[in-house]
């Protein structure tokens, strides 16, 4: 066998090995979607009493008034591999652990593309909603937070995602908690710190 042959293949080899290591680099390895809450402001957040004449019990209905606006990221930080809605991705903000709004962030079929990231500015209210009861331990918790000076607002990121070259559909479940102090009425919001989404362990292959 001549030199010039074997100068050939190998270069061959290192070319396909380079490829190869590129292709694995840009869709071997996935990473998760990062989530942020990067601007959280609170104006609002007291409980309305109702008392329901209906009910025999004469029943106080504790609900929130609140108004809370947030400023939310989610980064793809995959290098080629796009992110695309199975479901819509939506945002639920809980209060010991009962929903009380929620908001869409994308509709089903939209997509990320790779090192983008979207920032949704969000910004919810109780006027004129219908606003699910707290119950009395709900009411209870309110009280105790309120009178530390701070609220435990999470905000819950659900979804489901597919991945560029990937068959597996994995659901997004993130918990961002915030702690958050009222601002008093007619004064710029209080200082934020940038708060790191948790995402739930993900399933197989995903
Ligand atoms: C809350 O938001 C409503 C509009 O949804 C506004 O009219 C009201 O003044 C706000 N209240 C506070 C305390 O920010
Ligand atoms: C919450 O705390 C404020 C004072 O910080 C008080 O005026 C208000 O009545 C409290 N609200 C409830 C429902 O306990």
Redo the contacts with the bound molecule.
């Keep these: 066998m001549g030199k010039k042959c074997c100068i050939a293949s190998w270069t061959a080899a290192v070319i396909a090995a380079g490829i190869i290591a590129v292709l694995v680099a840009a869709y071997g390895v996935l990473r998760h979607v990062d989530i942020a809450v990067e601007e959280a402001s609170l104006t609002r957040f007291?409980?309305a009493e109702t008392t329901t004449t209906s009910s025999p019990a004469a029943a106080a209905a504790a609900v929130l008034a609140y108004n809370l606006s947030l400023t939310l990221a989610v980064r793809n930080p995959n290098w080629a591999i796009t992110v695309k809605n199975r479901k819509k991705l939506e945002a639920a903000c809980t209060f010991d652990g009962q929903p009380f709004d929620r908001v869409l962030l994308a509709g089903k079929g939209d997509k990320q593309g790779p090192r983008k990231t979207r920032v949704y500015h969000l910004a919810v209210s109780s006027n004129g909603a219908a606003v699910p009861a707290l119950g009395n331990a709900g009411?209870a918790e309110?009280?105790k937070q309120?009178?530390t000076?701070f609220f435990e607002v999470e905000v819950k990121v659900t979804g489901k995602f597919s991945y560029t070259g990937r068959l597996t559909k994995c659901d997004l479940d993130a918990t961002c908690p915030l702690k958050l102090q009222l601002a008093p009425p007619g004064t710029k919001a209080v200082v934020f710190q940038k708060v790191k989404c948790k995402l739930a362990k993900p399933k197989k292959y995903c």
Excluded: C
Aim: charged share 10%.
């Design positions: 007291a409980l009411a309110f009280r309120n009178a000076g």
